[in-house]
């Protein structure tokens, strides 16, 4: 089974300073996800990403948060200067393509605390 | 614009008895619906999905759903439940133009008792 797989599994980090979360997405997919679920709260859409730009984005993906993929294989998310309210479990995604056919894969997410 | 209702965020249930976990969605276009689970400690699993097609969707572990219209519900079942079940549940839907991007339920966690 393939998988996507993230770093780090949890960090802590004082609020205000910059965060950048890993994810290795499948390696023949094309379309990479950011997804963030806040405690006790649902699992929310951040952004998409193909062909090395950004294809939608939520309300939530504002100038602090920014994504690339740098080096063909990690696709990050960055969140420039986090605040509290940004400690929740973010989960990224991969797929091959864009139609009803693909399936969305996810990985385990990684856990961030501001304090 | 589409969103998603999960009734009852704690479901308990014998081993060997059925699971149903109600999901209804509202759509404003043809939904692709979707049931994923998260066991603890780990990410989001895909159980099933519909897109187009029949309606009663089959998925792993013994899992399925039907899609109803008319009643705008994916509500997912399985005859019998294992202690290997014990989980979240989350319905998603999206549409056929915003493929990827899920909106998700607030989850069912499902508790298998022996």
């Known amino acids: 089974e393939p998988e996507v797989t993230q770093t780090p599994s949890h960090q802590v980090t004082q609020m205000g300073q910059e965060v950048i979360l890993r994810c290795v997405p499948i390696?023949?997919?094309?379309?990479f996800y950011w997804y963030r679920q806040i405690l006790g709260q649902k699992v929310e859409f951040l952004v998409s990403f193909y062909n090395n730009e950004i294809s939608e984005k939520s309300e939530i993906f504002d100038d602090q948060f920014s994504v690339e993929r740098p080096d063909g294989s990690n696709f990050t998310l960055k969140i420039r200067s986090t605040k509290l309210e940004d400690s929740a479990m973010y989960f990224c995604?991969?797929?091959?393509?864009?139609?009803?056919?693909?399936?969305?894969?996810f990985g385990e997410g990684s856990w961030l605390t501001v304090v | 614009a589409q969103s998603v209702t999960q009734l009852g965020s704690h479901v308990s249930v014998s081993e060997g008895a059925l699971v149903l976990l109600r999901c209804n969605y509202s759509s404003s276009v043809p939904p692709y619906l979707f049931w994923y689970v998260q066991y603890p400690n780990q990410g989001l699993q895909l159980l099933l999905k519909?897109?187009?097609?029949?309606?009663l969707v089959k998925g792993i572990n013994g899992f399925e759903a039907e899609f109803k219209k008319s009643e705008t519900s994916f509500h997912l079942t399985k005859p019998s439940a294992h202690m290997s079940d014990a989980a979240e549940y989350f319905c998603a839907v999206s549409g056929p133009d915003s493929w990827g991007k899920l909106q998700f339920g607030a989850g069912t966690q499902v508790v298998v008792t022996p």
């Open positions: 519909y897109t187009t097609g029949a309606t």
């Open positions: 995604a991969s797929a091959q393509g864009r139609s009803s056919g693909n399936t969305i894969y």
């Open positions: 390696s023949n997919h094309l379309y």
